[in-house]
């Protein structure tokens, strides 16, 4: 739900101690001039196909060769796997992160967590630009062990500033004087928001253009998902969720011009007129729920596929926001790897205060909105839209890397084959930010960022999760050492 991540993600910056260790990751790893994976299983995350009994070469961090298996002595600087039976994928990416901000803000331990569920790549959709530059260059030069990390800086939000990490947008003129300078200052893509004026959303598309930067995110409520789509927009986040079905509605203007005066409020969280907003807004959509006109849904489709525009729909975010009353979050045990004593606090669906707020028809009201979403995913694969895997990570209830292979599940359960779940995460990736030439799949002279399973995924997706061992960064890193991974960020020191 939009008003509870604004909320927490405004919150927690000012109950939680923002604090950075420097200190590389404290679990010991295998180093060598050169590692060698004998008698492995390859899967082609292209084709499906499976390469079996290879010989897979990596030095310096790249794949130098792979070979069908042959015995063979290799040098003392070499360290050989056995891997007969095992599996090997490309590591894994989340595309939609917020780690600078939040509950996830110490790397070493958010990162620990993240390579010991293959994830070595994420997107961050909005942040501190000087803190995730100075991680970025870390992971970069070896001193921080984590992912790969593509980086948006601010969030280019609407009306107002809101510290380092939303960004007013009051003109055109500043729109693309803004687009300018974080080009300059050395983001990877603009990231928009949910209040971005008319005028003000071309600029930023026409000077993203310009100057060759991606920009991606929310849909901005003064224009339309197919004017987005036209614009150029790179992905859009959380289908456009909950508002989708508001534009399919065969009175889409009317609900439209009936939502406008409720949006200027709705973008302050900390307005006292906010939260009930947000909650007559509610009412507004499930009444176009009742209007959903698949015909309208189509023309959006279409426009999706002609214009590559790509989904991210962050489908275990929507799932936890619209089932965060169930007592049974609270009792994962994944709860023992959130390292700060009040998140647990802040993450009580009680002390957030638009769902506390929240009648149970209103609470019915977002469930449907949410099973009609997960219709619209299966429809928009029909329609061969692509899709990226991520999963907001700042929300409550989601968990670095842990979350994502939930993510490729719920893919499945859309009607997604285990293989185009598991694409989501490596091959499309690779393919939207341009990196196919060196990411996303293996094979000779690409970065060996790599898992090694001891299942098929293609069987079982949920096979992703049996890590054996994980490569990043030209180094090793076996099942025992992934365990004292996790064991250090458990011990909440």
């Given amino acids: 739900m939009l008003l509870i991540r604004s909320y927490y993600s405004f919150i927690s910056i000012s109950v939680i101690t923002l604090f950075f260790l420097m200190s590389r990751v404290c679990a010991q790893t295998i180093s060598a001039d050169t590692i060698i994976l004998e008698q492995i299983h390859i899967i082609d995350v292209n084709t ?8 897979v070469e990596i030095h310096s961090g790249f794949i130098t060769a792979i070979k069908k298996y042959k015995k063979k002595n290799y040098g003392n600087n070499s360290l050989v796997i056995e891997a007969r039976g095992r599996y090997l994928i490309p590591g894994l990416w989340d595309m939609h992160v917020h780690i600078s901000q939040g509950p996830w803000y110490n790397p070493e331990k958010t990162f620990a967590l993240m390579i010991a569920n293959g994830i070595t790549g994420i997107r961050e959709m909005g942040g501190n630009l000087n803190v995730l530059k100075r991680w970025k260059e870390q992971v970069r030069n070896g001193a921080l062990i984590g992912p790969r990390m593509i980086i948006a800086g601010p969030i280019l939000y609407g009306d107002r500033n ?26 990877d893509f603009i990231k928009v928001y949910n209040f971005i004026e008319r005028e003000q959303y071309f600029a930023i598309a026409d000077e993203a253009k310009k100057q060759k930067l991606p920009f991606a995110g929310h849909v901005p409520w003064s224009i339309s998902l197919i004017e987005a789509s036209d614009a150029g927009q790179s992905s859009i986040e959380h289908l456009n969720f909950p508002f989708f079905a508001e534009e399919c509605a065969k009175e889409a203007t009317r609900f439209r011009q009936m939502d406008i005066s409720k949006i200027f409020q709705f973008s302050r969280p900390f307005d006292r007129n906010s939260i009930p907003a947000f909650l007559e807004q509610l009412h507004y959509l499930d009444s176009a729920l009742q209007q959903f006109d698949q015909k309208k849904a189509d023309t959006i489709y279409d426009h999706f596929a ?90 409550p209830f989601i968990y670095p890397g842990f979350s994502l292979h939930q993510e490729l599940q719920l893919f499945v359960e859309r009607g997604f084959t285990a293989l185009e779940a598991l694409q989501t995460a490596t091959t499309n990736p690779a393919v939207f930010l341009g990196l196919e030439d060196s990411l996303g799949s293996i094979s000779e002279g690409k970065y060996a960022d790599l898992i090694m399973l001891d299942a098929n995924p293609l069987k079982d997706i949920h096979n992703t999760q049996r890590i054996e061992a994980v490569i990043v960064q030209g180094k090793y890193y076996n099942r025992k050492q992934l365990d004292k991974l996790l064991e250090s960020v458990a011990e909440k020191k």
């Avoid at 499906?48 to 010989?55: A, E, L, W």
């Avoid at 809101?162 to 983001?187: E, M, N, W």
Wanted: proline share 3%; net charge positive; hydrophobic share 35%.
């Fill in 306 to 395: 002609a214009n590559h525009t790509w989904q991210c729909p962050t489908l275990i975010y929507l799932k936890t926001s619209v089932n965060i009353r169930d007592s049974i979050l609270k009792k994962d045990p994944l709860m023992k790897y959130v390292y700060y004593s009040r998140v647990q606090h802040d993450w009580d669906y009680k002390n957030i205060p638009v769902v506390a707020g929240m009648s149970e028809l209103e609470y019915r009201i977002l469930q449907r909105l949410y099973e009609k979403n997960l219709k619209i995913v299966s429809d928009m694969k029909k329609k061969n839209i692509s899709f990226l895997a991520g999963t907001d990570l700042i929300n």
């Fill in 162 to 187: 809101i510290g380092v990490t939303y960004l007013a947008v009051p003109s055109s003129a500043a729109a693309r004087h803004i687009v300018d300078s974080l080009k300059s200052g050395g983001v």
């Fill in 48 to 55: 499906g196909k499976i390469k079996r009994n290879r010989t």
